[in-house]
Each structure stands twice: as C-alpha cells, then as structure tokens.
C-alpha cells in the first residue's frame, strides 16, 4: 500500500491523502463536502428564529399630565473664596418672561455684570457693566537662570 499511512494496522481514510486515493474515497468526500455546501445555503435563506426575551418586569407606567400654566422659578448662587474667586448668577423666570444676572471678578481686578431680560418673543437682551479699575502691576519678573552644562573633570 504505497503511498497510503497505517494506523493501528488499518487503513488510514483521509481525503487529503496521497497519489494512490482511491476513487471510491475521493467521491465520498465531494459528496460530503456539496451536502455541507446545500446545508449551509439553505439554513441561510431562513430568517434567524431569535426573538428577544420577554421583560420579567412590568413596564412603567406614567402619569401624562399637562403642566397648569406657564413656568414659575426663581433661582441664585455665588462663589466667594479667599482665593478671589468671586462669581454668581440670580434668575427668576414667570411664563414667558425671565430676568436675571450674572457677574465675575477678572483677573485685571474689575467686576464684570451682565443683567438681561428675556421678554416673550424679543430674544435676550443683555446690558454689561463693569465696576472697578483695571490693576496692572508691575511685572516682577525675572527669568530664571539658564542652564550651564557642567565641565566634565577627568580625575
């Protein structure tokens, strides 16, 4: 059996084998190999039979109620540290037509305040004050020294 591997003293059948296959061997393995082929086309001409699962829980159930008029609030906060940080902001809103402000403290020592009103339809309308002088002190500035590479010392 030339050509052909023993196993356990029988016959090895593989389709991958040598020149001496015989016809029976290799016509098994065509067929083999189209029924793979038809099994796989037809199993993907069905749609997939997965369905999610059903929820363990009911759903939620919400109350729709319209809201009873237009929107009412009033609203503010600020910030004060002893690190300068001073900032805040304040509206209050009644339907349609809010009114509000807001100010922070610039790093050039001012206090910038921005007051707007937004009436109905008109859009936002802002006016912008500043409160204070800017401070530009003096640069105190030095930079620092460079850099000198070190002389190497041969010891």
Same mark, same amino acid.
């Given at each position: =059996?030339?050509?052909?591997?023993?196993?356990?003293?029988?016959?090895?059948?593989?389709?991958?084998?040598? +020149?001496?296959?015989?016809?029976?061997?290799? =016509?098994?393995?065509?067929?083999?190999?189209?029924?793979?082929?038809?099994?796989?086309?037809?199993?993907?001409?069905?749609?997939?039979?997965? +369905?999610?699962?059903?929820?363990? !829980?009911? *759903?939620?159930? !919400? +109350?729709? %109620?319209?809201?009873?008029?237009?929107?009412?609030?009033?609203?503010?906060?600020?910030?004060?540290?002893?690190?300068?940080?001073?900032?805040?902001?304040?509206?209050?809103?009644?339907?349609?037509?809010?009114?509000?402000?807001? !100010?922070? %403290?610039?790093?050039?020592?001012?206090?910038?305040?921005?007051?707007?009103?937004?009436?109905?339809?008109?859009?936002?309308?802002? %006016?912008?004050?500043?409160?204070?002088?800017?401070?530009? *002190?003096?640069?105190?500035?030095? *930079?620092?020294?460079?850099?000198?590479?070190?002389?190497?010392? !041969?010891?």
């Amino acid at each position: =059996m030339a050509g052909q591997r023993l196993y356990n003293g029988e016959e090895n059948i593989s389709c991958h084998q040598t +020149r001496s296959t015989s016809p029976n061997i290799t =016509m098994l393995c065509k067929i083999v190999f189209v029924a793979l082929v038809v099994v796989a086309a037809v199993g993907a001409d069905r749609p997939s039979s997965y +369905r999610p699962p059903r929820p363990s !829980y009911r *759903p939620p159930t !919400y +109350r729709t %109620q319209d809201p009873v008029g237009p929107a009412e609030y009033d609203f503010n906060w600020a910030v004060n540290d002893h690190e300068g940080n001073d900032f805040g902001h304040n509206e209050a809103g009644n339907g349609y037509n809010t009114e509000g402000s807001y !100010y922070v %403290q610039l790093p050039d020592g001012r206090l910038q305040k921005v007051t707007y009103t937004v009436n109905d339809d008109s859009g936002y309308l802002a %006016q912008v004050e500043y409160q204070g002088e800017a401070q530009y *002190p003096q640069q105190s500035y030095k *930079p620092a020294p460079s850099y000198q590479r070190p002389r190497p010392s !041969y010891q």
